[in-house]
């Protein structure tokens, strides 16, 4: 991450995104260390959940994303609280996301799966559902989540062409 970082400033870059949530780890080991400002998708996607007058989040993608800090830390310090699925719905997220979405293969039952993990989440008390992976949007959207959806990828192009347009 540090490397390509350097790279893009060097050429001249503004400032730094990535599309990737879970990557956004990382951040806290580099940020003294970026030669550039980095727009953090957990961060533009709390921003949005405030706009959007959501308090409870509910948090969807990668296990590795879904059991780390990301979003929590993003979102509490925007004053919103979050919940996770349970473990086993973590495990069969990804398993879909791996085994799956990425491999370009989009089926009934994997939908249908993640619509009951969101339903979940509408019952613990979430009023929105983070997509935070690139992946998700492919086969969940608002018309047929059972919460409104905070789409991590698109919200974050979004943010940083507003960025790059307004300098």
Known sequence: MLSSAHKLAGIGADFLICPD???????????ARLPLPWLHIAEVVGAIAVERGFNRIGLTGTRWLVDSEVYPDALKARGLSFARPSPEERDAVNGIIMDELV?????????????????????QGCDAVVLGCTEIPLIISDANSPLPTLDSTRSLARAALRRAVQG
């Open 21 to 31: 949530n879970t990557i956004h780890q990382a951040l806290p080991h580099i940020g």
């Open 103 to 123: 491999k370009g293969r989009f089926t009934p039952k994997a939908t249908q799966y993640l619509i009951r993990v969101i339903e979940g989440l509408k019952g």
